[in-house]
């Protein structure tokens, strides 16, 4: 199974989406990204449950339908069983 989580608002959001990581990970048959922004990244590198993390900032750093098409490759996942 495959999770995207969403980290945007405050430090303490990182620290409670650290502990739903580890929750989600005892499941051995899980694949986690995370979609946060760049200050909030150092919280999630070193953690080995995390497959990949997305930077708000450099997903939307590209314009109009280029942005949108980034968005849809990375997160085409979800409409997937």
Known sequence: MKILLLSFRSYGDC???LKLIEYLS???NVQIDIFTRSQFEPFFRDNTHI???F???CL???KGMVAKLSLISHF???VRK
């Open 15 to 17: 620290i409670i989406t």
């Open 26 to 28: 005892s499941n051995n």
């Open 51 to 53: 497959n990949h993390i």
């Open 55 to 57: 930077l708000e900032e």
């Open 60 to 62: 939307l750093a590209k």
């Open 76 to 78: 085409r996942f979800f």
